[in-house]
């Protein structure tokens, strides 16, 4: 099955600085990859995601990008503000009715003011 | 984005008792919901697989008779906890597949369990 590996499992930094958290993932068939946020006690929320079709995908200060060749994909978020500090969970899915996602181990971001 | 909906969101109970918990999909019909434990700082380890109409598909190690699993609609699958005991506290989160021309995974808000 799929094996989703997440990278670093801690991350501080300081408020206004950038942040990027790795992925990578084993299963050539997945092609769908979405990243979860979750502060503390709440559900995780889908806060961007990318297709196997698309090398990049930016939303306002997050953007995601993915290297189908080397199986990896990151998250980067850029101008850091506290309200960003939570766990962030990568995932990765073959797609289709039912099909199972795969969860990295998380990261959990703090940003310091 | 798509709604799901979970209840109870904190449960207290004593050893020995059975714990239901909700999942609501309230505005798709969702054919296959996912459950996941949770601990403290932990990711989310797949309990199971809940397809509508059929029998759960469960992950290894996850015993079928002590997590009873019933997806009786496309709205809603429950999750109930048989014979509940400490080593079961827990927190537990359902999602739900939501296909609308692409398909995303959507989380309910997660339940605590904790068996005294």
């Known amino acids: 099955g799929e094996n989703v590996e997440q990278h670093p499992s801690t991350l501080s930094v300081q408020e206004g600085d950038s942040a990027v958290i790795k992925c990578t993932y084993s299963d050539s068939a997945s092609n769908y990859f979405p990243w979860y946020k979750q502060e503390l006690g709440k559900r995780p929320q889908l806060i961007i995601d990318?297709?196997?079709?698309?090398g990049e995908k930016k939303d306002q200060r997050i953007a995601v990008t993915l290297n189908k060749t080397a199986k990896h994909f990151s998250l980067h978020i850029t101008e850091t503000q506290p309200e960003d500090s939570a766990v962030y969970f990568c995932a990765a899915s073959i797609g289709g009715i039912g099909n199972q996602f795969y969860f990295g181990t998380g990261t959990s971001l703090t940003v310091i003011p | 984005g798509a709604v799901v909906s979970q209840h109870p969101s904190w449960v207290i109970c004593k050893s020995g008792t059975s714990v239901k918990i909700e999942c609501r999909s309230l505005d798709f019909q969702a054919t296959t919901m996912f459950w996941y434990r949770q601990f403290p700082k932990q990711s989310l380890m797949l309990m199971a697989t809940s397809n509508e109409g059929s029998k759960a598909t469960y992950e290894q190690g996850v015993e079928k008779d002590k997590f009873l699993i019933n997806h009786a609609s496309l709205t809603l699958s429950t999750l109930t906890v048989t014979s509940a005991h400490p080593e079961d506290s827990s927190f537990y989160i359902c999602?739900?597949?939501?296909?609308?021309?692409?398909?995303?995974?959507?989380f309910g808000s997660g339940t605590q369990l904790s068996v005294l």
């Open positions: 990318i297709r196997s079709n698309v």
């Open positions: 999602s739900a597949s939501f296909q609308g021309g692409e398909e995303k995974l959507f």
